[in-house]
């Protein structure tokens, strides 16, 4: 039987860690490990847990959930994180990706919407909620073009289109031959040289471009 996805929530609000706590206890294949109730607290706790799944809210007193993920970031954990706010604020949304956040979704969410779009997110693809996609995709038209895809090496494109199918380092990796590191770079180099800040925001123009 496979393990139970270790999930930390990261929630000023009692409540809502409660409401999360209650929804994986009664859903096969998560368990919540830890909760915080500051950015600060979840930095420390994701440290010692070493969860899987970061559950993160965004609006927070000490640090705000675009703050604590790049602190998680930049501490080296690699749990997938999604953001899940009351916010539809585009600018919240675009902040959070740019963020590298693997997902945003709202609190609104329906129970099984919401685990069906974690397991998504599990499996190496970004999510979103429907009603933001357009949102996001408007934000994106409004910016100065981004840099051109010729621009990019052959490898460089070839890893764009698997970001753009959804896929993870680790399953690009994998369909490429290349090793996890080389991957790495890999989308490090062609964002930069697309103008763009995450794995998301450059799916979502592979989409736009195929229009």
Same mark, same amino acid.
């Given at each position: 039987?496979?393990?139970?996805?270790?999930?930390?929530?990261?929630?000023?609000?009692?409540?809502?860690?409660?409401?999360?706590?209650?929804?994986?206890?009664?859903?096969?294949?998560?368990?919540?490990?830890?909760?915080?109730?500051?950015?600060?607290?979840?930095?420390?706790?994701?440290?010692?847990?070493?969860?899987?799944?970061?559950?993160?809210?965004?609006?927070?007193?000490?640090?705000?959930?675009?703050?604590?993920?790049?602190?998680?970031?930049?501490?080296?954990?690699?749990?997938?994180?999604?953001?899940?706010?009351?916010?539809?604020?585009?600018?919240?949304?675009?902040?959070?990706?740019?963020?590298?956040?693997?997902?945003?979704?709202?609190?609104?969410?329906?129970?099984?919407?919401?685990?069906?779009?974690?397991?998504?997110?599990?499996?190496?693809?970004?999510?979103?909620?429907?009603?933001?996609?357009?949102?996001?995709?408007?934000?994106?038209?409004?910016?100065?073009?981004?840099?051109?895809?010729?621009?990019?090496?052959?490898?460089?494109?070839? =890893?764009?289109?698997?970001?753009?199918?959804?896929?993870?380092?680790?399953?690009?990796?994998?369909?490429?031959?290349?090793?996890?590191?080389?991957?790495?770079?890999?989308?490090?180099?062609?964002?930069?040289?697309?103008?763009?800040?995450?794995?998301?925001?450059?799916?979502?123009? =592979?989409?736009?471009?195929?229009?």
């Amino acid at each position: 039987m496979p393990e139970a996805v270790r999930v930390l929530v990261i929630d000023d609000h009692p409540l809502f860690r409660r409401g999360a706590r209650h929804l994986m206890d009664i859903e096969a294949g998560f368990e919540v490990v830890g909760e915080a109730s500051s950015g600060r607290e979840g930095l420390d706790l994701a440290l010692k847990l070493v969860p899987d799944l970061i559950l993160l809210d965004l609006n927070m007193t000490d640090m705000d959930g675009t703050e604590t993920l790049g602190a998680l970031r930049e501490a080296g954990i690699d749990a997938r994180v999604v953001m899940l706010t009351v916010s539809d604020e585009e600018e919240d949304l675009v902040a959070a990706l740019r963020a590298g956040a693997d997902g945003y979704l709202l609190k609104h969410t329906e129970p099984e919407e919401l685990l069906r779009q974690l397991r998504q997110v599990l499996s190496g693809r970004l999510i979103l909620t429907d009603e933001l996609t357009e949102r996001l995709a408007e934000a994106m038209r409004r910016k100065p073009p981004p840099g051109e895809r010729g621009m990019l090496t052959r490898r460089e494109q070839e =890893v764009l289109d698997q970001i753009a199918a959804g896929l993870s380092n680790k399953q690009i990796a994998r369909e490429l031959g290349l090793s996890e590191g080389t991957v790495k770079v890999h989308v490090k180099h062609l964002l930069k040289k697309l103008g763009m800040h995450s794995r998301l925001e450059a799916a979502l123009w =592979v989409v736009e471009q195929q229009k």
